[in-house]
């Protein structure tokens, strides 16, 4: 994960203690190079400090660090389920068209008991999407979660051609 020392922080928000420095893309791009690494996929955040508007959540500093240097950095972006499913798709052409590779889903935090309600329709929506687009899709979940395991085989049977 990145993340800025606040700009792209909710108004009257405060990193979780430990990280209110930021993880930010010129620190890790400089300590990266130094050591020799051409390359790193990000995994967009939901730190409860992240702006989220109507449109989601606030994928601009990500952006951010991949213009400031073309190709080293790989995004893999995040819908969050405020957006509903109907607007997983337009969600997820923005991210093809921003360049980002991939999208992640937390099932932690976008996951109802049985996969039932509109958290987990968005799961649903941005697996199945993702697949159409070509974006392949990070699965966070606990392994030792029987519900996480579950909403995993749910989501690779509702779409097999989806690249995880």
Known sequence: HLWSAGSD????????????GGATYEQFHSVATKAGVNGA?????NFKWLKCGEDGLDHSYVCEAMK?????????????PSIGAKAVPSTL???VELGFVGVRINLRDHWETEGKGPMADVAKATFTAAGELGLI?????????AGHLSAMQTLLTLSPKTKV
């Open 9 to 20: 922080w909710a108004p009257n928000t405060t990193a979780q203690k430990g990280l209110e």
């Open 41 to 45: 996929l990000v995994i967009m955040h």
């Open 68 to 80: 400031a240097h073309p190709g080293f950095f790989k995004v893999f972006g995040m819908v969050h």
């Open 93 to 95: 052409q923005q991210f």
């Open 137 to 145: 899709v990070g699965l966070y979940g606990m392994s030792y979660d």
